[in-house]
């Protein structure tokens, strides 16, 4: 009830037609549990088929003819059973899994099987959810493999148990209590983990502290690692770039100095000697404050391939950031990156991969994808979402992350002619490389229902789903996961399905339609300040994203501004360039353009924008309604709970609405266009509001 289950509910199944079906299936089970993995596959089977079935599976401590479910490793199948897989396995790689029903001595069965042992606990979490989402199992023939290498979730997590940007409570590591204490919830992070087919964790802050690396804490990740093993799961960690001065009492941490690449490489051993599977480094350098390697007149190349020198022995990566935009460069800040980048490209080391946000500024409702996908041809490129919503309602609002997810994956970068999606260049078969990875820093924390908000739920799930197959389309993952969590039901799917797909272009539109961005308040993000500009650097004011005046509003990234859209591939150059061409979503991401400026629809910029503001306001309102009428089907405390969350989202909305089109009337001078609600306070009202204890800031953050 309190949502700790996920999406791992295992609620029992009413329909007996399908009852009996599936008790049919787990009558006679055969599971070698030879592993840790293959025990935990057990574990999930045990758990689940008494719920679900309201009786134990039987086992068989061998194979037998009478098996009706066999869950073995493909080499250790009986040979009948081997040769009428043994296609199949063609196709399916070392994570991968196939369930399908054939026949052994002339009884039918359904089989489990994969290469090697993580591919068992896949294929045995990918049964369960097709149970608890009553699929019809009475022959099946599934095969599936993971599309991307690194599925990996980033924690935010500092050493003090905060949670950078994080809004659903603490960290989970108990980092006090660790490494003697283990908690059930990390074991059930794991499954849900694994459930999903997410196989890598980053336990610690981009924004990263040393002593993570000192033998103390290392014997704390040690046993996380030991448990996050036996889920299939290998642990990384963010490594300060300044830590052989801080740790190792070294006078510099130049890259190219022997005594700091000397330790960095007994950094190395001693990490492999606790955790043989130890995954990697992932780094934050020379960006908004972070030590690097440019302190010492180095570059980004020079630092990634001193740290994946020390790796590289134990088969260990560096994950290398390019969020970089520095203060003393004037050029538009989406250029940055790209700029400093790309010639770069063919340099690193291969077990280097750069780590690229799926937008060029940060993680905004909206975004055009990053010019470096598909640009950068020779580099292994893990994209960067967030599933914490730092710039989308915290864990307020419902915003299901996948469709934003889904746009920018299914965008075309044509950088290799047409058909080149950021898809393909995440998966590696645009460009040929076998490395590739997909992050998302990870909404978890505390809270009994792990993420704040019972939805954002979805978006941990659906992040999961989309890194093992990027293809995937929202409406799966959202029906998915509505049948997993909470009904199969149809007449309670099909709505909630559209609301949740609807739910973040209601963000969008109540927040920073037609490609406004940065526009929120300073430092904690929360709500709107597009009148801020007395930051530090210019580039961190919302003045100067949304440049409105009193000619019209907009950034203008053309070649008569920034030029920002000549790091696109010449097709979408041209179309982001030409404003009859441009998608609407992307105007004022890429021009600054009149009040009075026509939209598609005939109607000027101004009203068309308010619309916008009002369409949002009104989708929530929808949402409201779609929540209410799904009530028959969630218990009380269901239903309360989010209805509590959506009414705040509506009063956000409407604050969101109000105070920009407020403040943005200062500068247009138009009324309202009939159809927009009168705002409900004044300007200097909703420029009054501060809020010095906002959650999920970052503590260096003035
Ligand atoms: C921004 C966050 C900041 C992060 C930074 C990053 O505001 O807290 O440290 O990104 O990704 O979105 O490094």
Redesign the pocket.
């Known amino acids: 009830l309190d949502g700790y289950k996920l999406w791992l509910n295992y609620d029992k199944i009413e329909d007996p037609q399908l009852a009996s079906d599936y008790s049919n299936l787990v009558r006679s089970i055969y599971l070698s549990n030879s592993s840790d993995i293959l025990k935990n596959a057990q574990n999930e089977l045990g758990r689940a088929i008494p719920r679900l079935l309201e009786k134990n599976g039987s086992y068989t401590a061998t194979i037998q003819p009478e098996n009706t479910l066999i869950i073995e490793l493909f080499e250790k199948l009986p040979s009948d059973l081997r040769l009428q897989l043994e296609n199949d396995f063609r196709t399916t790689n070392d994570e991968g899994f196939l369930i399908k029903t054939i026949s052994y001595k002339s009884n039918p069965v359904t089989v489990i099987s994969a290469k090697k042992d993580i591919g068992i606990l896949y294929g045995v979490f990918r049964l369960l959810h097709l149970m608890q989402t009553h699929q019809k199992l009475t022959t099946i023939d599934l095969i599936d493999s993971p599309k991307v290498k690194l599925r990996m979730l980033d924690h935010?997590d500092n050493l003090d148990r905060t949670v950078?940007?994080g809004y659903a409570g603490f960290s989970l590591w108990n980092w006090q209590k660790l490494p003697g204490y283990i908690d059930q919830r990390y074991i059930d992070y794991a499954r849900a983990n694994a459930s999903i087919g997410i196989n890598a964790t980053v336990l610690t802050?981009?924004?990263a502290n040393a002593l993570i690396l000192n033998p103390m804490y290392l014997d704390k990740v040690e046993a996380l690692a030991t448990i996050f093993r036996s889920y299939g799961i290998q642990v990384y960690l963010t490594a300060r770039f300044s830590a052989p001065i801080e740790l190792g009492n070294l006078k510099t941490a130049d890259p190219l100095d022997p005594d700091v690449q000397n330790w960095w490489k007994n950094k190395a051993a001693e990490i492999y000697k606790r955790i043989p599977d130890f995954g990697g480094f992932l780094v934050?350098a020379n960006?908004?404050g972070q030590p690097g390697p440019q302190n010492y007149g180095r570059n980004h190349v020079d630092g990634a391939n001193m740290m994946a020198t020390a790796l590289e022995p134990y088969g260990g990566i560096v994950i290398w950031?390019a969020?970089v935009y520095s203060e003393h460069d004037d050029t538009d800040r989406a250029k940055q990156a790209y700029d400093e980048f790309l010639p770069y490209d063919g340099k690193f080391m291969d077990n280097v991969l750069v780590q690229v946000?799926n937008g060029p500024i940060?993680?905004q409702p909206r975004e055009p994808f990053h010019p470096l996908f598909g640009a950068m041809k020779q580099t292994p490129l893990v994209i960067e979402f967030?599933i914490t919503q730092?710039y989308l309602g915290f864990s307020t609002h419902l915003v299901f992350l996948p469709k934003l997810f889904e746009e920018v994956l299914d965008a075309d970068t044509f950088q290799k002619g047409k058909g080149s999606t950021v898809s393909k260049v995440i998966d590696g078969s645009l460009y040929g490389n076998t490395l590739t990875g997909m992050a998302g820093?990870a909404n978890i924390g505390t809270d009994l229902n792990w993420t704040g908000h019972p939805f954002a739920q979805a978006n941990w799930y659906g992040f999961g789903r989309l890194a093992w197959n990027p293809y995937l389309s929202a409406e799966t993952i959202a029906e998915e996961w509505l049948k997993a969590t909470y009904s199969s039901e149809k007449a309670f799917v099909e709505p909630l399905k559209k609301m949740m797909i609807t739910s973040r272009e209601a963000v969008v539109n109540y927040m920073t339609p037609l490609g406004l961005h940065h526009i929120f308040d300073t430092g904690h993000?929360y709500g709107p300040g597009p009148w801020v500009d007395d930051l530090g650097r210019p580039d961190w004011n919302p003045v100067y994203y949304h440049n409105a005046d009193y000619n019209g509003i907009g950034f203008d990234r053309t070649p008569t501004g920034s030029n920002a859209t000549e790091q696109y591939a010449k097709e979408l150059e041209t179309i982001y360039n030409d404003t009859r061409k441009i998608p609407e979503k992307y105007l004022l991401w890429f021009h600054h353009l009149p009040w009075d400026y026509k939209l598609k629809n005939g109607i000027d910029l101004w009203d068309g924008l308010a619309l916008k503001y009002q369409e949002g306001v009104n989708q929530v309102k929808d949402m409201i309604t779609t929540w209410k009428n799904a009530k028959p089907y969630l218990t009380e405390g269901q239903f309360k709970e989010i209805n509590m969350l959506l009414q705040i989202q509506l009063k956000e909305a409407e604050w969101w609405r109000d105070a920009c089109l407020l403040y943005f009337q200062t500068f247009s001078q138009r009324p309202l266009p009939k159809g927009v609600d009168k705002p409900a306070h004044t300007l200097a009202y909703y420029r009054s509001l501060k809020f010095p204890f906002a959650p999920g800031i970052?503590p260096q953050?003035d």
Request: aromatic content about 20%.
């Open positions: 935010w950078e940007r802050n981009v924004n934050k960006s908004e950031r969020f946000k940060d993680f967030q730092e820093v993000h970052r953050w």
